[in-house]
């Protein structure tokens, strides 16, 4: 079983996928937030209607039309998820406590963004980055991983972005996506389970990558001199994992393979942000952010022909993002900012998993900027998520009929609890040509 734990993750299978890249808990489900440092610093708060430099453009691609010149940012965040998940494990044979501490890699999330203003009107960007990602590894004693052990999965990102002026108070931009993804599951015998050697044996492990397309849009209205609007989108994205099944769940004998895909869609998001100028030193901006997990139903192997295995069923739900944030320009060289925004959970208590414990998250944020110089500035920031104590339950699949490839037939039913918490630190370096 290829077990690559340098992958940064996002996730396919059972427990599937929960940002990330990285970690879960940072956005919702295996969602990335995590573009800049510069937003990092008042949690993300107003995205769609700012334009501090170049990776303006991740998040609203007609605020690039506020930019002067040629301007390149790059930058990144490191991210440290502290996520630990507890409970017992209920076979015919008895309950057995288990946990599993920690279990969320830590990740480094690079990005780099170039504009360029080509005339009055027109303004075109370059970006490379990523908006979805996560690993976990529960670890092999954890008495519950017949139900996943492992998940991961990485994707990069690359946008060409056009916006254009049509008047002082509107812009308007698109632009296209082009997205590199790859993950992995696997669920294994926990050692727990009553029959002689049987442990670790591999019931499900499955790997692929693809290569797909998709596209984004946004406006920003000038409302005045002191107050903005800004509207994005970005579309689903729709991926096709290719590569290979291992596993008794697929029925296939020990160290056999078979060739499949899994179909992952990284959902569309929307966001409606405002930016309000107070007075010479003070502004505050908020945003409101939506992402249709709702269209993440269930996993599922193709092995072709009409031949499929069920992965797991996952019914998530939509999931909403409230940011509220400020900035305070101390001097003409230092700028400080705030903010703080709360991030609903994707999936309900019923549909919960260890491999992805998907809760609601608080964020407390603060960063600051420095001029170098009238051309080069560098931001930092600083973010700390609390997690919220969630519980989950997994047992039978009502929707599998034959027992031997039901995960529970192979060390019973879970109930258990998730804690946690993310910090998060990132530095930005923006050049003005």
């Known amino acids: 079983m290829n077990n690559n734990k340098n992958r940064l993750s996002l996730a396919i299978a059972l427990g599937l996928l929960g940002s990330v890249a990285s970690t879960n808990s940072m956005a919702a489900g295996f969602q990335l937030a995590e573009y800049s440092a510069t937003g990092l610093g008042r949690a993300y708060a107003g995205e769609a209607a700012i334009a501090d430099g170049a990776d303006t453009q991740w998040r609203n691609v007609a605020m690039l039309t506020y930019l002067e010149g040629t301007q390149v940012s790059v930058g990144g965040i490191y991210v440290n998820p502290n996520i630990d998940v507890k409970g017992t494990s209920t076979q015919r044979s008895g309950t057995t406590s288990t946990k599993s501490e920690d279990f969320a890699h830590d990740a480094f999330i690079p990005n780099l963004y170039v504009s360029h203003r080509v005339n009055e009107q027109i303004a075109i960007g370059f970006a490379v980055g990523t908006n979805y990602g996560m690993e976990t590894d529960l670890g092999d004693d954890f008495s ?10 990485i994707t990069k990102e690359i946008n060409v972005n056009m916006a254009y002026k049509i008047n002082q108070q509107f812009s308007v931009g698109g632009g296209v996506r082009y997205v590199i993804a790859e993950g992995s599951f696997g669920a294994i015998i926990p050692e727990q389970f009553v029959i002689p050697n049987t442990a670790g044996t591999t019931l499900k492990y499955m790997e692929g990558t693809d290569e797909a397309w998709g596209w984004q849009v946004g406006t920003a209205w000038q409302v005045n001199d002191a107050n903005r609007i800004g509207f994005s989108y970005k579309s689903e994205v729709a991926l096709d994992l290719t590569g290979h099944a291992e596993g008794m769940g697929f029925k296939l004998p020990a160290g056999g393979r078979k060739n499949g895909s899994m179909a992952l869609a990284l959902p569309a998001t929307a966001e409606l942000a405002s930016f309000h100028q107070l007075t010479d030193k003070v502004a505050i901006h908020a945003s409101f952010n939506w992402t249709d997990w709702s269209s993440f139903e269930k996993l599922e192997a193709d092995f072709g022909g009409g031949n499929t295995s069920l992965v797991k069923e996952e019914n998530w739900e939509d999931n909403y993002r409230l940011a509220l944030g400020g900035t305070y320009t101390l001097n003409q060289k230092v700028t400080l900012r705030t903010g703080v925004a709360y991030d609903t959970s994707a999936v309900s208590d019923e549909n919960r998993t260890a491999t992805i414990p998907e809760t ?13 110089s009238d051309n080069l500035t560098f931001d930092a920031g600083f973010t700390y998520i609390f997690a919220k104590d969630a519980k989950m339950y997994e047992g039978k699949d009502s929707s599998i009929t034959n027992p031997l490839e039901d995960p529970a037939t192979y060390g019973g039913e879970f109930t258990g609890e998730t804690t946690g918490n993310v910090w998060l630190v990132g530095v930005q370096a923006n050049y003005r040509f």
């Open 144 to 153: 519950a991983t017949n139900f996943g052990n492992e998940a991961s999965v």
């Open 360 to 372: 609601d998250r608080l964020w407390l944020s603060m960063g600051a900027g420095y001029a170098w």
